[in-house]
């Protein structure tokens, strides 16, 4: 019984490429793997999951048979998985968390959905999220928060929380998460797992639903570095249904791995480092930093001046983009619509007002009011310029690094409920994450210990433009010198 | 007693003919089926994208070209945001701070004289959906519908500067423009189906006055007249207003063309702040030179260069000139035909009469082509030969019209000749005179113009196919012996 | 800073949201806040800096004009609350 048991365990907590071994070895099923992460999932209590896929099983047996052919697609073939639920799944629920999208089917899907499903994977669910995206603690949920799998009490971090829960508590071989402003990096960092935020532009947006067009940006959740790679290599990539979509050549994401720390110049920009970070999550960044020296890699400090506008040009950036992204919901074509209206205005302004959480609705007010009349140039127009200064402190530094490091999360997961009367301090968490999107750079969190209490850490490297596979070979190297 | 002067200014939407919409694939030929050319993004599903039409572009540009205005290097895309159950999303994709062309200008010629009036701009954007009404039902309360096929279908808006001074040039420039696009083959430009549409901004001030009175704006228009009806009412009513001691109030108005007046659509009076901001999910457009030549030189010779060249070199009067180069296909079918060797005034006659009497009767569009210039040609080689006659090339033409088919055929199944032999028809002249002594006697008596009846006769009894001249040349003769 | 009723309403119309009393009080602070910190912005020197729109510097990216399959008229319809002769139905405008 209890052999049956820690083998079964062992099996969940393989990661997605020890997974597809076996596939490939003959000694597990793809549909033995998917009956593992649904039963667990459903004995789960952390509320990572709002839709199951009833066709998993079928799916799984489809990659099961083409296998036996000799079909295989690829190292991806028949590994389960599941997607946040702003990601579009043509014909299964996506709610993006909110009363407005709760029974949504989509007749279509993402780009992403359908390359991992072109890759032969296997569609578990959807997960659970902060609502529409917005929000860094998965608690602004129309289903209700996910809990951190490492303490139930906690948050699991946001507003991808429900896919850095799933992989921590090993429901799925890898989930998909999306980041605007940390939403990868910083559930993944809480949770204890990796997360990664490609290049703007890397990894199609079509779609995945919208909310702030020049910020959001798809990245894997994994176990690992390898993981993490192979993702990368199914999903990235131009797409003609995004315009704004690289077209760079793809290069095999899997050669970064192997190259190691020796030479790679590390800076940790001081402002990363400052107050408001914990002694316990500085300790942990500074332990990988030493890891990856004594690897032979150079670490120095550096300086990104003008960092402390990160923040206030995330938010009206954000915000604007945000409050026109969702004027689309007013239950005419689509979604919630109120029940008692004595005309078309008063049942769109009901609609919205019912349909949208708290967070959203002072978002959307936030960004109707930065971009109305005679404010426009004092709060858009300048978060757009100093976008600008940002992204240039970031190419100065890249001229000296290869890659920066940073925590992901100044503080590891708090408790769930805990009020703060000023969001302002929630938002101030997410100092590390958000200059990252606003530069358009590519950034990942690895999981680097826990704290006093047991609670994960997440370093951050922060590489530049199309510099995945640096971020790659950084987080390889420091994954080695931890097992060391 | 004040003077006033109108001063208008016109603001042209037009759908251009490419075969997709702006932003996505589907199909942007009209279709009375509602929602059957419709995907994600036209709808503006959760997650969809827009993606430019490159042919949408184009065609902008040249439409830019033909209008005489500079093309920028460097446009791009905002959103205009707001709400109306016809816009998926609840914002418009549009160019408002960066437009693909500025400055431009079309001359148009009233019977005031000539004049040049200027363009402020051109920019593409995004139509919206159409709306319909729904059923009752027993106490219903009525409600709305909504069908996207239209939805992203590509437009430009062309948009004047307020130089126009009165409602008949106001229509003279909504005729120009449509003519100048047409000859672009940027759009079908029918007003009659929508793929032109023309809303005008009218204000009045007394005359010599610099500052510009308050302005009103006149929608759905549906025709250059009603244009011009829309136009004069306006601004007898803004006088009317003024002199009354009231003042013009700044806002949208629309023309009831039935009942000739302009009722204020307060509806759309709300405060507009669209809350324009840079479109982020379309990289901007940057158009050099080189490619701007280009889409340039596919443009065809333009309506006044046309005329210019018809007055100097064919030596055709400028009221032809500029009723056959009022359309494209008419301009076309002309220089085609001439260039077959057929005479430049006769052409031009048969083009301004048979041809544009069938087209209009028939209700056949002229760009079909319903005539080709090879055909057209050869008829009035035939004409010119002799072989037939005017009225027998009238019926020629006129099949030639309905079924497409070459004057030879036509002319051969039909048996047609035309008797040019002055001994037949001298018989036959010598019949009608002996059958009419009346006629006769009143053209002896000094009523020379009875010959025409005479000449008509002679037709009949030949079955239309006596050469008139000759007829009329006998017959003037046999008289003339007789005195 | 403070919203006058007015200032509130009118922003509220243009957003298409409305907040009940209760709402806006748990609100007004934190909307408060943030635009504190979004006032920060006013202190960065700006002369000549280029606001940028997004991080890419693509330009031109455009599709050929050729037909992609989209969606049946059944299935655009499918997920709306109410239609009628295969158009999407609203309530009455006015």
Redo the contacts between chains.
């Keep these: 019984m209890n052999q049956s048991i820690s083998a079964a365990e062992e099996l969940a907590a393989l990661t997605a490429h020890d997974a597809s071994c076996r596939l490939a070895e003959g000694t597990v099923s793809s549909v033995q793997l998917t009956q593992l992460m649904l039963d667990r999932i459903a004995a789960s209590q952390n509320n990572a999951f709002i839709t199951v896929n009833p066709k998993a099983l079928e799916e799984a047996a489809a990659a099961d048979a083409r296998r036996q052919k000799g079909e295989a697609r690829g190292p991806l073939d028949g590994i389960p998985m599941a997607l946040k639920d702003n990601i579009s799944t043509q014909g299964l629920r996506t709610t993006c968390a909110s009363r407005m999208l709760a029974e949504f089917v989509p007749p279509y899907s993402a780009t992403v959905a359908r390359r991992l499903s072109e890759a032969g994977c296997v569609l578990l669910g959807k997960l659970n999220m902060d609502e529409f995206a917005m929000g860094s603690t998965s608690e602004n949920s129309y289903f209700g928060p996910v809990r951190n799998p490492r303490d139930p009490q906690r948050i699991a971090g946001g507003s991808s929380g429900g896919s850095a829960a799933a992989v921590a508590e090993n429901l799925a071989y890898f989930t998909l998460g999306s980041d605007t402003g940390g939403s990868v990096r910083q559930p993944a960092a809480m949770c204890g797992v990796m997360g990664m935020k490609p290049t703007y532009g890397r990894i199609s947006r079509y779609g995945v639903v919208a909310f702030a067009s020049s910020l959001d940006q798809i990245g894997p959740i994994t176990k690992d570095a390898q993981d993490c790679a192979l993702v990368l290599n199914a999903i990235a990539g131009k797409d003609p249904y995004d315009g704004s979509s690289l077209m760079n050549p793809l290069p095999d994401y899997l050669d970064a791995l192997k190259d190691g720390a020796a030479g790679l110049r590390i800076g940790i920009p001081k402002e990363y480092m400052g107050e408001g970070i914990s002694e316990e999550v500085r300790m942990a960044v500074e332990r990988v930093a030493g890891l990856l020296e004594a690897q032979g890699a150079i670490v120095e400090t550096c300086s990104l001046p003008r960092t402390e506008y990160a923040l206030s040009a995330y938010y009206v950036i954000s915000s604007a983009e945000a409050c026109s992204n969702l004027g689309r919901y007013d239950g005419v074509k689509y979604g919630y619509r109120t029940q008692a209206y004595a005309n078309l205005a008063e049942m769109i302004e009901k609609t919205r007002s019912e349909g949208f959480g708290d967070e959203v609705k002072r978002r959307i007010l936030l960004g109707t009011y930065t971009l109305s009349a005679g404010y426009f140039d004092a709060y858009y127009k300048r978060a757009q310029q100093a976008r600008t200064l940002i992204m240039e402190d970031f190419r100065k530094v890249f001229r000296q690094y290869d890659v920066l490091l940073t925590p992901t999360s100044p503080v590891t997961a708090w408790a769930l409920g805990q009020k703060h009367a000023n969001p302002l301090e929630i938002y101030a968490m997410d100092v590390c994450t958000v200059s990252v999107n606003v530069a358009g750079l590519p950034a990942l969190s690895l999981p680097c210990g826990t704290d006093s209490q047991g609670l994960p850490i997440g370093a951050q490297f922060i590489a530049n433009t199309l510099g995945e596979a640096v971020l790659l070979r950084a987080a390889a190297a420091a994954e080695k010198g931890g097992k060391a | 007693m004040t003077t006033y002067e109108i001063v208008v200014g016109i603001e042209c939407h037009v759908e251009l003919k490419t075969k997709t919409k702006l932003f996505c694939g589907c199909a942007a030929e009209f279709s009375d089926d509602p929602n059957r050319r419709v995907c994600p993004v036209c709808l503006a599903l959760p997650g969809a994208l827009p993606v430019v039409n490159r042919q949408a572009i184009e065609y902008a540009v040249k439409a830019a070209l033909a209008l005489h205005c500079e093309v920028q290097p460097f446009s791009r895309f905002d959103r205009k945001n707001y709400y109306y159950p016809d816009l998926p999303g609840a914002y418009q994709i549009t160019q408002m701070f960066h437009p693909i062309a500025k400055g431009g200008y079309v001359d148009i010629e009233t019977t005031k004289g000539s004049r040049r009036i200027r363009l402020n701009r051109i920019h593409v954007e995004a139509d919206a959906g159409k709306l319909l009404h729904a059923s009752g039902g027993i106490g219903g309360a009525g409600g709305t519908l909504a069908d996207d096929n239209r939805a992203s279908t590509p437009l430009i808006e062309i948009v004047s500067e307020p130089d126009l001074r009165s409602a008949e040039e106001a229509r003279v420039y909504g005729e120009k423009l449509r003519t100048i696009l047409e000859y672009a083959g940027v759009s079908d430009v029918k007003m009659e189906q929508g793929s032109m549409r023309c809303d005008a901004n009218v204000s009045v001030r007394p005359k010599g006055d610099p500052v510009l009175g308050t302005r009103a704006e006149i929608k759905n228009v549906n025709s250059f007249k009603a244009l011009e009806r829309a136009v004069n009412y306006e601004a007898d009513r803004q006088i009317d207003l003024i002199e009354d001691g009231g003042s013009v109030v700044q806002e949208t108005r629309g023309w009831d063309d039935e009942k000739g007046v302009s009722i204020s659509m307060r509806l759309k009076e709300n405060a507009h702040d669209y809350r324009y901001f840079p479109e982020p999910d379309l990289p901007p457009i940057l158009l050099d030179p080189e490619r701007i030549k280009g889409i340039g030189l596919t443009l065809p010779e333009m309506p006044e260069d046309r005329k210019s060249r018809w007055i100097k070199e064919l030596n055709l009067p400028a009221c032809d000139s500029e009723q056959i180069a009022s359309s494209r296909f008419s301009a076309e079918l002309f220089d085609r035909t001439v260039a077959l060797g057929a005479d430049p005034k006769t052409a031009a006659n048969w083009i301004m009469g048979e041809w544009t009497r069938c087209v209009r009767v028939k209700g056949i569009g002229m760009e079909t082509e319903p005539v080709k210039a090879e055909h057209l040609a050869a008829l009035l080689g035939q004409v010119s030969a002799g072989k037939i006659n005017n009225k027998q090339a009238k019926e020629v033409f006129e099949e030639m019209f309905d079924t497409g088919e070459a004057p030879e055929q036509i002319i051969q199944r039909k048996g047609m000749v035309q008797v040019s032999d002055t001994g037949a028809l001298d018989a036959i002249v010598q019949q009608v005179l002996a059958d009419h002594p009346k006629s006769v006697e009143d053209y002896r008596n000094g009523r020379t113009q009875a010959i025409g009846f005479l000449v008509g006769q002679v037709m009949k009894a030949s079955k239309g196919q006596a050469n008139p001249g000759l007829a009329n040349q006998l017959l003037a003769a046999a008289l003339e012996a007789m005195k | 800073m403070e919203f006058s009723e007015q200032e509130l309403a009118?922003?509220?119309?243009?957003?298409?949201?409305?907040?009940s009393e209760s709402?806006w009080n748990?609100?007004r602070?934190?909307?408060q806040?943030?635009?504190d910190?979004?006032?920060?912005?006013?202190a960065?020197d700006?002369e000549e800096?280029?606001?940028?729109?997004?991080?890419?510097h693509?330009?031109?990216?455009?599709?050929?004009?050729?037909?992609?399959?989209?969606?049946e008229?059944e299935?655009?319809?499918?997920?709306?609350?109410?239609t009628?002769?295969?158009?999407?139905?609203?309530?009455?405008?006015?």
């Design positions: 009118d922003l509220e119309m243009l957003a298409r949201v409305e907040l709402e748990r609100c602070q934190a909307f806040n943030v635009l910190l979004a006032a920060s912005l006013q960065v700006t800096v280029e606001p940028m729109i997004s991080p890419i693509l330009m031109n990216v455009m599709r050929e004009d050729e037909i992609r399959p989209g969606l008229r299935e655009a319809l499918a997920q709306a609350t109410e009628e002769s295969g158009c999407f139905k609203v309530p009455r405008i006015l």
